[in-house]
């Protein structure tokens, strides 16, 4: 393994023991992030990009059973001794949670919250020294420092998410866990926090995960975009490609779900994709998205399709590339492709 | 009366405005925050207006007030022509044509009530079962198959906890349908929402007006949501709209710095160079004088309005009209240009007519209450 690839995860599968039985979130997935790089998931709520990000730090609830690897630096999380993980955790890598809105106490001031994991990892450190890194990480993400003194209610939603980060790399973490960072923000909020992220992981060569089920902001900000549907890596690939021009008919679906401003294909045709996903207790055989998908044929049915290589970092599950539809889904018999 | 002539009639008849609203609040330390200063807008039956803004412009209180849920201290909200009535009876007369759909449709619907009751609650509460000589079960269901959730029969019972995001939020569109009302105001309809639903909600929107020749008013900070079903769009920044038009217009070729900025942060916009305003809209109880916008303006930072600096920062704007056709925009470097153009073709007007500065009663109000 050479020294770039900060995270690789390996055949990751999590399965939720429940009352019900056991279901399984995510089905073995591959993903490596390098330092300096910006790694997109995305996929729709209950596709498993929240719990395989869980696995990263193994902060995976009570009752998910994991297995395969998941590396970081080439040391397996998963089977870390605890006092190891406890190194890794905000020192190697850290996490901005979603909802960051709920996420800061309401009962103690912003510089108190940030200062906690410095004072946790760096026991010795003077109170002087604490209080100049809370103020230098302030203003890395673009704070007045002294909003150090202010509660969590006397901050906008923009100004409670950059604290979050704040507080991520409060440790000078090699990578950062991003779970949809912007998603309660609005479009001017939301460039000010991409920016800073993008700037930080350009700065100082950290390595990024970023998780959102808006293709737009990954196409945009990430290097490399990992697509899941139930559980799976669906789609795999350069950023921009995967949101210009998707191989599978999930990543087509999310991608065209963001219309260009000014495209007048996109006037008055909202596109949008019926149904929900899978439940996990209830998975259709062969592909799991063929009861959704508008390319769906018999050859869908009988075996779920593994990941195949299209061309340079590009990989799909899907049997239906590059095969043309058929007419019983499609068209008039004008259309008839002899 | 066939669809046909009920969708002509009601998209003559309905139609909402806004003149010259202001609504203020008050804050603890006793300071006015005018969140609503001089809001124009018209909305009329058969069409999708976006009203778009980042957090704090004032939409949504625009929107709330314009279904009576704040009370404006100065400007009316005309019905169908007439000045709304603040009495109980009024307002349910309003209600009874003009529904609002909340945002976070988790927290809008009753917990405790399952969706048929949700849905009905409407229908009782202006008595619509008697007079439409149907079974109040009937039109539930009816209601429900319209916001495309069929069979309707199968969610009667659900509590809102049993049902997806996108469930919801047709749950609480089916609501306001129920009534038959002749607008609809949405409020971010599918912020909250996966990227699969989006799409679903927005095309159902687009059908009712088709179908029902409906009116919509989505408030939203997305753009690429006006793109894809708004026929005109208001921006709103700090209490105004700033700049108003046919979608299409103001977001290929967008007038106001404001516009421009927020055009150019849409994650899917390319080769355009992303314009990040700097912090966020300032605090409504201290609206800055001159142009609102000028603090935050990359025009007026970059040096490309320094002939009209002294105006953004002095002199306040005209408030846009609610002008149902033109492209107009509130900006004194756009007002300049235009009087460039305007002396050098000899034409005084173009399609696109900016409010121009003026020195009237509005300016002069505005610097007492802005800087005091």
């Known amino acids: 393994m050479s020294t770039s690839e900060l995270l690789e995860m390996r055949d990751v599968h999590v399965t939720y023991r429940t009352s019900e039985g056991e279901l399984p979130a995510v089905r073995g997935v591959d993903l490596t992030v390098r ?48 006092g190891d993980l406890r190194a890794v955790r905000w020192v190697g890598a ?69 604290v979050m980060i704040a507080m991520a790399l409060a440790c000078d973490p090699q ?76 990543s087509a679906a999310l991608s065209a779900a963001f219309p260009r401003v000014g495209d007048p294909s996109a006037r008055f045709a909202p596109s949008g994709l019926p149904g929900d996903p899978p439940l996990p207790w209830d998975l259709p055989g062969g592909c799991t998205f063929a009861p959704r998908c508008p390319r769906a044929a018999e050859v869908c049915l009988p075996a779920e399709p593994v990941l195949t290589s299209y061309g340079e970092g590009r990989a799909a599950a899907c049997v239906r590339i590059g095969q043309p539809d058929e007419t019983q889904h499609h068209g008039s018999p004008g259309e008839v492709a002899s | 009366m066939t669809a046909a002539e ?27 925050a005018r969140a609503l200063d001089g809001a124009n807008l018209l909305v009329r039956g058969g069409e999708v207006v976006a009203l778009v803004g980042e957090s704090g412009s004032g939409k949504t209180t625009l929107a709330r007030t314009l279904v009576g849920l704040a009370e404006p201290v100065a400007g009316e909200i005309r019905w169908q022509g007439s000045p709304m009535k603040r009495s109980g009876r009024g307002l349910k007369a309003l209600r009874r044509h003009v529904q609002l759909v ?19 609650e409407g229908l009782r509460v202006h008595h619509l079962v008697a007079k439409s000589g149907r079974t109040e079960t009937e039109l539930v269901a009816e209601a429900l198959a319209s916001a495309g959730l069929r069979p309707p029969e199968t969610l009667f019972l659900r509590y809102p906890h049993e049902l997806s995001g996108g469930q919801r939020q047709r749950v609480l569109i089916a609501g306001a349908l129920a009534v038959q009302p002749q607008l609809l105001i949405a409020d971010e309809p599918v912020s ?21 020749g409906l009116g919509v008013l989505v408030v939203t900070h997305d753009l690429g949501l006006a793109w894809n079903i708004a026929d005109r769009i208001a921006v709103m920044y700090l209490g105004r709209v700033v700049e108003a038009g046919p979608t299409e217009e103001v977001l290929t070729s967008p007038q106001h710095p404001y516009t421009q900025a927020l055009l150019s942060v849409v994650p899917e916009m ?12 300032p605090d409504p109880t201290r609206i800055p004088s001159g142009c609102r916008f000028h603090p935050r303006c990359p025009a007026l930072a970059s040096g490309a309005a320094e002939a009209v600096a ?63």
């Open chain 1, 35 to 82: 330092r300096g790089q910006i790694v997109g998931v995305a996929g729709e709520s209950g596709c498993g990009k929240s719990t395989l990000a869980s696995t990263v730090l193994r902060l995976q609830a009570a009752n998910a059973m994991v297995s395969g690897e998941v590396l970081f630096d080439g040391q397996d999380v998963l089977t870390m001794r605890w």
């Open chain 1, 94 to 162: 850290s996490i901005v949670f979603q909802g960051a809105l709920h996420s800061l106490n309401p009962v103690h001031r912003i510089g108190a919250q940030i200062a906690e994991p410095i004072q946790v990892h760096a026991p010795g450190l003077a109170e002087g020294r604490v209080r100049e890194r809370i103020e230098s990480l302030l203003e890395q993400v673009g704070l007045d420092p002294a909003r150090a003194r202010s509660y969590p209610h006397q901050l906008s939603g923009g100004q409670k998410q950059r």
């Open chain 1, 175 to 250: 990578l950062v866990v991003a779970d949809e960072p912007t998603t309660a923000l609005d479009v001017m909020v939301q460039a000010q926090v991409l920016g800073v992220l993008s700037g930080l992981v350009r700065e100082r060569g950290l390595g990024m995960m970023m998780i959102s089920h808006d293709l737009s902001v990954l196409g945009d900000l990430c290097d490399r975009i990992t697509v899941m549907y139930a559980g799976r890596v669906v789609e795999e690939g350069p950023a921009e490609q995967i949101f210009a021009d998707p191989l599978h008919p999930y």
């Open chain 2, 6 to 32: 009920k969708k002509a009639e009601q998209s003559t008849r309905a139609e909402l405005s806004a003149e010259g609203v202001r609504v203020e609040f008050t804050t603890r330390a006793g300071r006015v």
């Open chain 2, 102 to 120: 909340l945002q976070d449709p988790a927290g809008a619907l009753n917990p405790r009530q399952t969706v048929y009751e949700s849905v009905a």
């Open chain 2, 192 to 212: 909250s929402l996966d990227a699969s639903i989006r799409g679903e909600i927005l095309a159902l929107l687009l059908k009712l007006r088709e179908e029902l």
């Open chain 2, 270 to 281: 390319t080769g355009l160079e992303p314009i990040v305003l700097r912090g966020e809209i």
């Open chain 2, 310 to 372: 002294d105006a953004c920062r002095g002199r306040s704007l005209e408030i846009l009209p609610a002008d149902p056709e033109g492209h107009r925009s509130a900006c004194h470097l756009v007002a300049a240009r235009e009087r460039v153009v305007a002396r050098r073709d000899g034409s005084s007007l173009t399609s696109s007519r900016p409010a121009t500065s003026s020195t009237g009663a509005g300016s002069a109000a505005e610097a007492g209450g802005g800087t005091s």
